[in-house]
Each structure stands twice: as structure tokens, then as C-alpha cells.
């Protein structure tokens, strides 16, 4: 069979765009392509497979996914023998239409897929080699974007030690889906229905990461604080997400918990009260506010209100003292007025949160918002949103400054992006610090002295125990 390889020889490079989510996908499946024989590649030049995890919550990921492909379907112009893939999110919402208007596509899996992809590219390859012999045989592209009851429970397989490189923190995916319908949304039609898995099976994972040297694991879903509210009853007043944190928070050996992305309808008392109760739940509540305009967030779908919203965070500062308050805004939305605008500014003011995510509103095909004009011209997107950065980072500049001279605990990750000696941790609160260190300190819990700081980051030093 002329041309073929066995899988065992083959090298796949994955690249990811978009959340944390997709960051645990594409950790999944290579896990699951490594346990099947193939090796990951470090570059793409490197690479018999590349895979795109796409995103689509904004236009611009998909955009960049799109010209991604483009620039590796001229590369396979010269390397034919290339296989070349979608994955995710995008791959969800075009299917075969990506293969149609990209005939360089080889492979395209949607978001309760990912555990078959394996068993794809094994076909890809021998198909191939199986044709070497027979000249007009035509070898269509593999498209598959159905549903699997039973997905949720595909996302456990961790790549612990690859290149010898020790992780000290893990993604543990606890649920699927989304049913939150917020109008400019289009995550509810990628991901599909809520779907979690067991808190039994959810805990077992989180142990062998920390058998295998991991310290801090943060928990992972669509509507992370939406777990088990169809399938798992509540117990002494407290929801199933809590019952899973204080779970997960009795496993030994674990330092740190943390969870992405929530919904502020899910901070009820007794989340509250487990910030205030549970010792390894780090300080760091992301509440994704989106507007600070009631009018703006009735119009979104989001269920609550601006003072709703404020409420919330009085009774997390209350219950944790110094909890970092981080939130994801969306400026431009169809008919934010000028008026509307402003009352996101003052929030932004009220609150001081300690890290926004500021996003200009772009529509997402197939959502209810994308029916709406899109009124507010795209300089007028681009001024709200830097009014809105500067506010946010004026804020940090205040807020790292008053860090200096004080003393903190972080877990170190690894060496700072720029080298060197450098090493990065970060605290409790999710601050970056980075500080001359060594590698054999990575995953230690360090106290260190804030020396100077930055918008992004602080620098300190080691403090040294007598």
C-alpha cells in the first residue's frame, strides 16, 4: 500500500481558538490520539494532521480560523499527503458547508464528536493508502456533526507529562451545553442541550490529575453553576454544583479550585456561602455582566438586573473579604444608546472589578439578535470599548500599585513566556506574578514579596523563611 504510514507514525498539531472549554477539548483529543499511536507534533511544519478547535462565539474567531485554513491549504499545495481539519464549535454550526467552500478540508467534527476523531483520521489514512493502487478513486471529505447521548462523559483524558513539560493545573469539564438562550448567543445551537456528568465520576478524575503532581483544577462548563439541575436533586438546600465543589474540595492532595464560565443567576446563598466555607475554593468569582442597562440586558435575555447584579457582589465581598470580581461586557449591542452606554460605564465605576473582558458586538447567525438591526456604527463600537478599557485599566494600575510591599501565596506554573530565569505563579485571587526563580520551584506553593507591578502583571521575590 503505497503512501501509507501506520498511525503510530503520524503527527498531529492542534491548534485551539476560543475558551478554556476548547482548550479542554483539544486536550482530550490528543490524549486520545497519543493512547491510539499517534505523536503530537510541536509546529505545524512538523505535522501529517493539523486540527483547528474553532470558535464561534465571535465573528473574529471564526474569521481567523477561516484564514488560517487558507494559509495551510497553500502549504498543502506543496505537502498533498497533509491531512487538514475542523473541530469544534464552527465546525458545529457549517458542517459539510466548510468542506464546499474549503475543498482543502479533509475532516470536519462537531462539539459531541470529538472522542471519534481518532477513528477518523485512521480511516482518512487508509482510505488513502488504499486507493494508492487505484487512480480514480475519490476520497471524500469526513463530516460529522450529530449528537451522542453520552458526550459529556468522552472529556476525560488528560496529556499529563508530554515532553517531560509536569502540569500543575488541569481542566476538568463537568457538564456540556447550554440552555441560556441569551439573544446574541449562538453557544446554546454549537453545544446542545445541558448534559453533566456524575459528581462520583467528576471526583475520580480530579484525583488521578492530582496523583499525577497537579495542585489547582478548575472546573469546566458552558454554564458551569447550570451542573445537575436536571439530574442531580438538591441536598441540605444546596444545588448540585455545590454538592460537586465540596466534593471535589475534600480530595486530598488538592491545593486550589476554581471554575469558568458561570452565569450570575447561579450565584445563589449557598454558592455564596461556599466561598465563605470551603477552603481550597480560590477567591475569584467571574460574573459575566454583559451591560450595565436594564433595558440592554431584558432586551439580551439575561434575568436580572443591574441591582440584582450589585447585590450579588455585596454578598460575595461580604462572605469573602478581597475576592477578586472579574466580569465579560459587551459593548454596541442593537440599540444601546448613548444613555445605555453610560450605565455600563458607571457600573464598571461602582463595582471596580479586577478584570473585564470587553467584547464589540458582532452578530452570530442563527441567534435572535442577529434579526436586529446592528445600529451602532462600528467607530462608535471601537470608542465605547476603549473608554471602557481605560476605565478598566486605570482601575488595575490603582489596584497593583497598592500590592507593592506586600506579601502573597502563589502556585508557580512554570518560566514566564519571556525566559530566562523568570518563573510565573499566580495567586489565589488570580493575579500573575512572576519572579526569578528556579524550574525545580514549579508547583510549589510560594510566598513571595510584591516588588513593582504593571496593568497585567506584579513582580516580587521569594520570601525567604528562617
Not at 8 to 28: F, H, P, W
Not at 244 to 266: C, M, Q, W, Y
Not at 322 to 330: F, K, L, M, N, R
Not at 418 to 429: A, E, F, I, N, V
Amino acid at each position: 500500500m503505497l503512501g501509507y504510514a501506520p498511525p503510530a507514525l503520524k503527527r498531529v498539531y492542534i491548534k485551539t481558538y476560543g475558551c478554556q472549554m476548547n482548550e479542554r477539548d483539544s486536550e482530550a483529543v490528543a490524549s486520545l490520539l497519543i493512547q491510539r499511536g499517534y505523536r503530537l507534533a510541536r509546529t505545524e511544519r512538523d505535522a501529517d494532521v493539523i486540527l483547528l478547535n474553532t470558535c464561534s462565539v465571535r465573528d473574529l474567531a471564526e474569521q481567523k480560523a477561516i484564514g488560517k485554513m487558507n494559509l495551510l491549504g497553500q502549504m498543502k499545495k506543496k505537502r498533498p499527503e497533509v491531512v487538514l481539519g475542523y473541530l469544534g464549535c464552527m465546525a458545529q454550526s457549517r458542517g459539510a458547508t466548510l468542506t464546499q467552500q474549503q475543498p482543502v478540508v479533509d475532516l470536519v467534527v462537531g462539539t459531541q464528536r470529538f472522542h471519534h476523531v481518532p477513528d477518523y483520521l485512521d480511516k482518512i489514512f487508509a482510505d488513502r493508502a488504499a486507493a494508492a493502487d487505484q487512480y480514480d478513486a475519490e476520497l471524500k471529505a469526513i463530516v460529522d456533526v450529530a449528537e451522542e447521548a453520552g458526550s459529556e462523559s468522552t472529556i476525560r483524558d488528560h496529556v499529563i507529562g508530554t515532553n517531560g513539560d509536569r502540569q500543575v493545573t488541569g481542566f476538568v469539564s463537568i457538564m456540556q451545553g447550554c440552555e441560556m438562550f441569551c439573544s446574541f448567543c449562538i453557544v446554546p445551537y454549537t453545544r446542545g442541550a445541558e448534559r453533566s456528568r456524575s459528581i462520583g465520576e467528576i471526583e475520580a478524575e480530579v484525583e488521578r490529575l492530582v496523583a499525577s503532581g497537579v495542585k489547582e483544577v478548575t472546573l469546566l462548563g458552558q454554564i458551569v453553576t447550570s451542573y445537575g439541575r436536571k439530574t442531580i436533586p438538591k441536598k441540605a438546600g444546596k444545588s448540585a454544583f455545590v454538592q460537586l465543589l465540596e466534593a471535589v474540595n475534600d480530595v486530598p492532595g488538592l491545593e486550589r479550585i476554581r471554575f469558568t464560565s458561570p452565569h450570575p443567576k447561579g450565584f445563589g446563598d449557598d454558592l455564596v456561602q461556599a466561598y465563605r466555607d470551603l477552603p481550597k475554593l480560590c477567591e475569584h468569582a467571574h460574573l459575566p455582566v454583559q451591560s450595565g442597562s436594564d433595558r440592554i440586558l431584558k432586551a439580551m435575555g439575561r434575568g436580572y438586573s443591574r441591582d440584582w447584579f450589585l447585590k450579588i457582589v455585596e454578598k460575595l465581598r461580604a462572605a469573602r473579604p478581597g475576592i477578586a470580581i472579574t466580569t465579560d461586557i459587551i459593548v454596541g449591542y442593537p440599540g444601546e444608546t448613548a444613555e445605555d452606554f453610560a450605565a455600563t460605564e458607571e457600573l464598571m465605576r461602582v463595582v471596580e472589578f479586577d478584570q473585564a473582558y470587553i467584547f464589540k458586538y458582532s452578530p452570530r447567525r442563527d441567534t435572535p439578535a442577529a434579526e436586529l438591526p446592528d445600529d451602532v456604527p462600528t467607530d462608535e463600537k471601537e470608542r465605547r470599548n476603549q473608554v471602557l478599557l481605560e476605565l478598566l485599566n486605570a482601575g488595575l494600575d490603582r489596584k497593583h500599585a497598592a500590592m507593592v510591599g506586600k506579601t502573597v501565596e502563589i502556585l508557580v506554573e512554570g518560566r514566564s513566556a519571556k525566559g530566562g530565569k523568570r518563573m510565573l505563579g499566580r495567586t489565589r485571587r488570580n493575579d500573575i506574578v512572576v519572579f526569578d526563580g528556579s524550574e525545580r520551584q514549579k508547583g510549589e506553593l510560594l510566598t513571595v514579596k510584591i516588588t513593582g507591578s504593571t496593568t497585567t502583571t506584579l513582580y516580587g521575590e521569594p520570601v525567604i523563611k528562617l
